[in-house]
């Protein structure tokens, strides 16, 4: 418990500057931060023009934008989290108990972010995951290209089969809370856009087909200011809202999730490449950048 007030702390000195910790890339519309001190996830998203808004949720580890992959066994060397058995699940930022995942390597350029770090099981104390998670993060306009590589060295070789994968898992402040996708027929021909209705409070998220393979939370103002996510082929997504809706910032408990939701079997030597977009602006502008930014080659670059 002290560690996720310790957790809020760290994450409140991110509104307006960037902390120690922090490592931040920036162009003319947009800048992005990784919180080196919790393994790399993704923390800190602001619109140049109000920096004293962080898009992205913080409250505690297990939000923010990061990796985190599933597997068996479950349990997972007797993994109990929510009140059930949790299985192999290990995440960018660390673990339930306030372990931090260790960052190993770090090469921030200024305009591209490198990072390859050593994650932490979720739902253990403090167990390392054998398995390596690296991000190669480029700015591009009111956007972000995110480059994702899991590599994977357990001893366990048994095969457990597949399961569904947030692609990523997308946490935003509460002041947005309108969800909207594409969900009709007729996608990319600028057909009017759905706006997603989902339980509150969640989880379980609700779970919507998104035609164009991305979805964003907004503000309720007309033109809908806010933050999406694109995975490239994904159409089966979930979202939802934690607590209440319409307020709250960065460290409070309010939150929007959205997770563009995959299928993959993660063995135990599994080198896992997959990329994502995201952007921030009016919901218009949002739609128009991800439409512009489809089947970008998902390489991971030579470090
Ligand atoms: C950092 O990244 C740049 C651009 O990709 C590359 O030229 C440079 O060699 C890298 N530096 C290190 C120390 O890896
Ligand atoms: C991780 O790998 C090390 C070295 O091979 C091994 O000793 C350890 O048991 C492994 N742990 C898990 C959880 O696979
Ligand atoms: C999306 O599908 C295209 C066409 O099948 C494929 O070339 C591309 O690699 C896919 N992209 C991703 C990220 O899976």
């Not at 999406?228 to 999730?257: A, C």
């Not at 599994?270 to 970008?296: K, P, Q």
Request: one cysteine or more.
């Amino acid at each position: 418990m002290n560690m996720i007030l310790l957790w809020t702390v760290v994450c409140a000195m991110f509104v307006g500057h960037a902390s120690a910790g922090t490592e931040s890339i920036k162009n003319s519309v947009l800048t992005l931060g990784v919180d080196t001190s919790h393994g790399g996830a993704i923390s800190y998203l602001v619109d140049n023009n109000d920096p004293t808004i962080n898009l992205i949720n913080c409250h505690d580890q297990g939000r923010e934008v990061q990796q985190s992959y599933y597997a068996g066994p479950d349990p997972y060397r007797g993994a109990q989290w929510s009140g059930g058995p949790w299985p192999w699940n290990p995440i960018s930022s660390g673990d339930a108990f306030g372990h931090s995942s260790t960052v190993l390597s770090l090469n921030n350029t200024g305009t591209s972010l490198y990072l390859k770090a050593r994650p932490l099981q979720w739902a253990l104390n403090n167990v390392p995951c054998n398995c390596t998670f690296e991000t190669y993060i480029t700015l591009d306009a009111n956007g972000a290209f995110v480059r994702n590589r899991l590599i994977n060295f357990r001893e366990d070789e048994t095969d457990y089969g597949a399961r569904d994968q947030e692609l990523p898992a997308v946490y935003t402040i509460g002041q947005l809370s309108e969800l909207w996708t594409y969900a009709g027929d007729a996608p990319w021909t600028g057909d009017s856009l759905t706006q997603v209705s989902y339980p509150v409070p969640g989880p379980p998220w609700q779970g919507f087909t998104a035609a164009e393979n991305w979805a964003a939370f907004t503000d309720g103002i007309p033109q809908h200011y806010g933050v999406g996510v694109y995975h490239d082929n994904i159409s089966s997504f979930l979202g939802g809202f934690h607590r209440t809706q319409g307020k709250g910032g960065s460290t409070d408990d309010n939150t929007g999730y959205i997770a563009p939701v995959g299928v993959r079997d993660i063995t135990h030597n599994d080198e896992f490449v997959w990329c994502y977009h995201l952007a921030i602006g009016y919901l218009a502008t949002i739609r128009g950048y991800f439409s512009s930014r489809r089947g970008m080659p998902c390489t991971f670059p030579v470090v």
